[in-house]
């Protein structure tokens, strides 16, 4: 069986036929959107054409210097705790591969909810106890080889996991809360997208 490494091809008004990951993460992006600065714009309820959010940067009073990017919001699945190996908990699960994702989709937002790291500060987000952890992944990044070389399983799979744990690998380290990539332009060209992953990957 050959695998399926292209996004999906985008066409107007075309239903992506997802079974979605809640609305509640969406309703999560656009409020944390929204603190952030941002314009947020939503297809009317109840579409699903692949596209969750049109998000536009206030960088500027000129319209001409405004950048608009395409959104696909999905959150994560806590594995089954019976289920972990050794130094893989706590793991999440993205049910996201690429086919799902249109090729007009600029940017991949990846919710892990109401993780909970007890007393424990956690290594990535400096925070101990119940947290929201946002990843903000551009689509070439997303498909890029070496963010599957990083977390094992290719983002062309069905799913794939992260360990919020253990230290972040790029691009997720440089991903995690990275809401000002909605202010810069070119997110997906070459020199944007090297920049996510270290000189020696």
């Not at 239903?15 to 714009?41: C, D, I, P, R, Y």
């Not at 206030?58 to 001409?64: A, L, M, N, R, Y």
């Not at 950048?67 to 919001?73: D, I, M, S």
């Not at 893989?88 to 600029?106: M, Y």
Request: hydrophobic share 30%; charged share 25%.
């Amino acid at each position: 069986m050959t695998a399926t490494t292209s996004f999906k091809e985008a066409r107007l008004g075309k239903n992506s036929k997802s079974q979605g990951t809640g609305s509640k993460a969406e309703l999560l992006f656009f409020e944390q959107a929204e603190k952030h600065g941002f314009e947020v714009m939503s297809p009317a309820y109840g579409s699903d054409t692949g596209i969750d959010f049109q998000v536009t940067s206030k960088t500027s009073s000129d319209p001409k210097k405004r950048r608009t990017y395409n959104v696909q919001v999905t959150s994560c699945t806590e594995n089954d705790p019976g289920c972990y190996g050794d130094g893989t908990s706590p793991s999440w699960r993205v049910a996201k591969p690429i086919e799902k994702i249109r090729e007009d989709v600029d940017i991949i937002a990846i919710l892990i909810r109401n993780y909970n790291s007890g007393e424990e500060t956690n290594i990535n987000t400096g925070i101990a106890g119940k947290q929201d952890i946002w990843f903000i992944i551009p689509r070439e990044v997303y498909g890029d080889e070496r963010m599957w070389k990083n977390y094992g399983r290719k983002t062309f799979n069905s799913n794939w996991c992260i360990n919020i744990k253990k230290a972040l690998l790029p691009p997720l380290d440089m991903a995690r809360e990275a809401w000002a990539l909605f202010r810069r332009p070119n997110i997906n060209g070459k020199s944007s997208v090297n920049g996510f992953f270290s000189e020696t990957d």
